[in-house]
């Protein structure tokens, strides 16, 4: 849908004044994709929707930069760089010549050095696994322009550490945190690259060019989809780590395969299953590969489960393996065999940053908690996406319980289009700030803005001598109440019909909305407008037509 989803909590008076408050409702209590999707209307185009993606809370930069720099992959191409100063003879392609590759491998600890390493080593010696991983960093340091090109005295090829390399060094924080972004882009791509299943023509052959480009076209086409369906799983990643509890952030692959596959709210049928197997299976090695980075934590597919899938029958055995994997009855033992990844801080920060750079909105908790109660009361009501609770609970920390119970509820004040929003998240702010503010609270009992939810608040922190509303600030507050709530719930029909339906009415509808119609609000008419087209009892909803008429002529 257009706009904002939000899904915000339940309003702790939304039973009315002098009732015990009801559980607070926040994002994290709705699926993933409801917010991640941010699904709109049936009629609306999906391409059209925007997609709002849940704030994190990320690590301070510097702790960030410290891990990014102890990554082991980075940190060798770091050391690499540095032991090619002042130059190292390359070939045409920037590659190290034989006697130094078996140098740099021996440098970095893949082989045993020689002579102590005092002497210049021969070609050779080694296992070759070690050549090539040293190979491998230096073409990383070389991606990352850690070593840079050029040519000696006599004009022979040779590269050298760049000027980059010693802010690295240094500690600088910006400097390690965009070399580790840069790194994880270069991971991450060429995790995505699959060989192709056909050999390239033979170019001293008979050049047949439309079965070359037919190949190119599937190979791209692979490298397309591995790289988008890499790109969403760590979307999905995000999402799940944005809303998890502290210690609760892993995720089984096969949940992470069915999030992929499965439409929202549908089971998985036997088509679906065979491809959540498949997800797993490509998505396994793209994410053994990103782990290295330090992007996340990975524990690999038991390769037992393909020797025993063997001994079944194809079909059966994605099936099976793919039940096994998504089911919630598997114990963390047999989870595990399927797949557990989870996502680093420094992978939060690296995804969230990718975001960023295509467009999406990314932001993070806090973002509205750094000013005054009305800079977070308005930030809030009116963000697209945020976590209420979240910023409310980082406004409310450190501060004397007392004085920001009335800066809360000045800021709660007002006749403005998203007053009644402010006034529901300023009680679930004061709620945050415990039972000591009640002195403020009753300070506003007799206020015909805030005195019924003054009283709520006070009731659920087990006041005693709470006086009874009079009947027009019931009414009021009732009215206000729906009004903040439907503001929140942004036009979700099927959350507007659960509240509507879950409203006490009394036994006399025509005699409530006949009290009801009457209160001057902005929001009388819009309310009962709602409660008119959603409330399941036909009775109730006439009469609440009925009302609104008459609220609507009054104006």
Same mark, same amino acid.
């Given at each position: 849908?257009?706009?904002?989803?939000?899904?915000?909590?339940?309003?702790?008076?939304?039973?009315?004044?002098?009732?015990?408050?009801?559980?607070?409702?926040?994002?994290?209590?709705?699926?993933?994709?409801?917010?991640?999707?941010?699904?709109?209307?049936?009629?609306?185009?999906?391409?059209?929707?925007?997609?709002?993606?849940? +704030? &994190?809370?990320? $690590?301070?930069?510097?702790?960030? !930069?410290? =891990?990014? @720099? #102890?990554?082991?992959? *980075?940190?060798? %191409?770091?050391?690499?760089?540095?032991?090619?100063?002042?130059?190292? +003879? &390359?070939?045409? $392609?920037?590659?190290?010549?034989? !006697?130094? =590759?078996? @140098? #740099?491998?021996?440098? *970095?600890?893949? %082989?045993?050095?020689?002579?102590?390493?005092?002497?210049?080593?021969?070609?050779?010696?080694?296992?070759?696994?070690?050549?090539?991983?040293?190979?491998?960093?230096?073409?990383?340091?070389?991606?990352?322009?850690?070593?840079?090109?050029?040519?000696?005295?006599?004009?022979?090829?040779?590269?050298?550490?760049?000027?980059?390399?010693?802010?690295?060094?240094?500690?600088?924080?910006?400097?390690?945190?965009?070399?580790?972004?840069?790194?994880?882009?270069?991971?991450?791509?060429?995790?995505?690259?699959?060989?192709?299943?056909?050999?390239?023509?033979?170019?001293?052959?008979?050049?047949?060019?439309?079965?070359?480009?037919?190949?190119?076209?599937?190979?791209?086409?692979?490298?397309?989809?591995?790289?988008?369906?890499?790109?969403?799983?760590?979307?999905?990643?995000?999402?799940?780590?944005?809303?998890?509890?502290?210690?609760?952030?892993?995720?089984?692959?096969?949940?992470?395969?069915?999030?992929?596959?499965?439409?929202?709210?549908?089971?998985?049928?036997?088509?679906?299953?065979?491809?959540?197997?498949?997800?797993?299976?490509?998505?396994?090695?793209?994410?053994?590969?990103?782990?290295?980075?330090?992007?996340?934590?990975?524990?690999?597919?038991?390769?037992?489960?393909?020797?025993?899938?063997?001994?079944?029958?194809?079909?059966?055995?994605?099936?099976?393996?793919?039940?096994?994997?998504?089911?919630?009855?598997?114990?963390?033992?047999?989870?595990?065999?399927?797949?557990?990844?989870?996502?680093?801080?420094?992978?939060?920060?690296?995804?969230?940053?990718?975001?960023?750079?295509?467009?999406?909105?990314?932001?993070?908790?806090?973002?509205?908690?750094?000013?005054?109660?009305?800079?977070?009361?308005?930030?809030?009501?009116?963000?697209?996406?945020?976590?209420?609770?979240?910023?409310?609970?980082?406004?409310?920390?450190?501060?004397?319980?007392?004085?920001?119970?009335?800066?809360?509820?000045?800021?709660?004040?007002?006749?403005?289009?998203?007053?009644?929003?402010?006034?529901?998240?300023?009680?679930?702010?004061?709620?945050?700030?415990?039972?000591?503010?009640?002195?403020?609270?009753?300070?506003?009992?007799?206020?015909?803005?805030?005195?019924?939810?003054?009283?709520?608040?006070?009731?659920?922190?087990?006041?005693?001598?709470?006086?009874?509303?009079?009947?027009?600030?019931?009414?009021?507050?009732?009215?206000?109440?729906?009004?903040?709530?439907?503001?929140?719930?942004?036009?979700?029909?099927?959350?507007?019909?659960?509240?509507?339906?879950?409203?006490?009415?009394?036994?006399?509808?025509?005699?409530?909305?006949?009290?009801?119609?009457?209160?001057?609000?902005?929001?009388?008419?819009?309310?009962?407008?709602?409660?008119?087209?959603?409330?399941?009892?036909?009775?109730?909803?006439?009469?609440?037509?009925?009302?609104?008429?008459?609220?609507?002529?009054?104006?």
């Amino acid at each position: 849908m257009p706009g904002r989803r939000r899904k915000n909590p339940d309003h702790p008076s939304a039973t009315g004044p002098g009732t015990q408050p009801a559980e607070s409702l926040l994002p994290a209590d709705f699926e993933l994709a409801d917010l991640y999707g941010a699904h709109g209307s049936d009629d609306e185009d999906a391409d059209d929707q925007p997609v709002l993606v849940p +704030p &994190v809370r990320l $690590l301070p930069e510097d702790e960030l !930069a410290a =891990q990014a @720099a #102890a990554v082991p992959l *980075l940190a060798r %191409a770091i050391r690499l760089a540095r032991w090619a100063a002042p130059t190292r +003879p &390359v070939d045409e $392609l920037g590659d190290l010549l034989p !006697a130094d =590759q078996v @140098a #740099a491998a021996r440098h *970095l600890g893949l %082989a045993p050095a020689e002579d102590g390493g005092t002497s210049r080593p021969k070609a050779g010696g080694i296992p070759e696994d070690s050549v090539l991983e040293a190979l491998r960093i230096w073409s990383l340091a070389s991606d990352l322009e850690l070593v840079v090109p050029a040519h000696d005295a006599e004009g022979n090829r040779v590269a050298g550490p760049s000027q980059e390399l010693a802010p690295v060094e240094a500690g600088d924080v910006e400097a390690v945190l965009e070399l580790w972004l840069s790194a994880a882009e270069v991971i991450s791509e060429l995790a995505a690259e699959i060989e192709p299943l056909d050999a390239e023509p033979d170019a001293g052959e008979q050049a047949d060019e439309d079965r070359a480009e037919e190949l190119l076209s599937q190979y791209e086409e692979v490298q397309a989809e591995a790289a988008e369906l890499l790109d969403e799983a760590l979307q999905v990643l995000y999402e799940a780590t944005a809303f998890a509890q502290p210690g609760q952030e892993t995720v089984p692959l096969g949940v992470l395969a069915a999030l992929l596959v499965v439409p929202d709210g549908e089971e998985p049928d036997e088509e679906m299953l065979g491809d959540i197997t498949d997800v797993m299976v490509a998505l396994d090695p793209m994410l053994s590969d990103l782990e290295e980075i330090g992007l996340l934590e990975y524990q690999p597919i038991d390769p037992e489960l393909f020797e025993e899938a063997e001994e079944e029958i194809e079909g059966e055995a994605a099936a099976a393996e793919a039940r096994a994997a998504v089911s919630p009855e598997a114990d963390d033992a047999e989870a595990a065999r399927f797949g557990l990844v989870k996502l680093t801080p420094l992978g939060q920060y690296g995804i969230r940053q990718w975001l960023l750079d295509k467009g999406y909105d990314a932001p993070l908790i806090g973002e509205y908690a750094t000013g005054d109660a009305a800079a977070l009361l308005q930030g809030i009501a009116e963000a697209v996406n945020v976590l209420p609770e979240q910023e409310i609970q980082v406004w409310v920390a450190g501060r004397e319980p007392v004085g920001a119970a009335r800066e809360l509820l000045e800021a709660a004040r007002g006749n403005d289009p998203v007053a009644p929003l402010r006034r529901m998240l300023a009680q679930l702010a004061i709620g945050e700030l415990g039972e000591a503010v009640e002195p403020a609270v009753r300070e506003v009992l007799d206020d015909r803005e805030l005195g019924g939810a003054a009283r709520a608040l006070l009731l659920s922190q087990g006041a005693a001598n709470v006086p009874e509303p009079d009947r027009p600030m019931v009414l009021w507050t009732t009215v206000d109440t729906y009004a903040g709530q439907l503001l929140d719930l942004a036009g979700d029909a099927e959350l507007e019909r659960e509240l509507i339906a879950r409203m006490p009415v009394a036994d006399d509808p025509a005699g409530f909305f006949g009290e009801l119609w009457r209160v001057e609000h902005p929001y009388t008419a819009q309310v009962l407008e709602t409660i008119g087209e959603l409330h399941p009892d036909k009775r109730v909803a006439k009469e609440a037509r009925k009302a609104a008429f008459k609220a609507r002529s009054r104006n």
